[in-house]
Nanobody, 126 residues
């Protein structure tokens, strides 16, 4: 079975940083479209960042603050989050898709295009 296991969430003050990790088991991050989504209480799930090979895409509110990357050797997906603000508070999920999904369109994606999901990790900014 394909598994995505997130870690790295926590509580930080405004302006702080966190790095989320997503270990991908049984598939290669090289051949899958990978992404990070988030969902805050009372809000719809939101695409945050996506990556395919070396191409990346971000939703507007996180551009310049968040960086998505991957380590093909360890099959790990990362999300480096800097200059965090309270509006970034949410449960963050990594997701994978067997189909090619342009990273440029992550802000328009609902998540239904992704067929493998992690369990989520809480990020709280105060």
């Amino acid at each position: 079975d394909v598994q995505l296991v997130e870690s790295g969430g926590g509580s930080v003050q405004t302006g702080g940083s966190l790095r989320l990790s997503c270990v991908v088991r049984s598939i290669s991050v090289t051949s899958y479209s990978m992404a990070w989504f988030r969902q805050a209480p009372g809000r719809e799930r939101e695409g945050v960042a996506a990556i395919f090979t070396s191409r990346t895409g971000y939703t507007e509110p996180v551009k310049g603050r968040f960086t998505i990357s991957k380590d093909d050797a360890t099959s790990t997906l990362y999300l480096q989050m800097n200059r965090l603000v309270p509006e970034d508070t949410a449960v963050y999920y990594c997701a994978a898709s067997t189909q090619y999904l342009s990273p440029d369109r992550i802000a328009q994606r609902s998540g239904s295009e992704y067929n493998v999901w992690g369990q989520g990790t809480q990020v709280t900014v105060s």
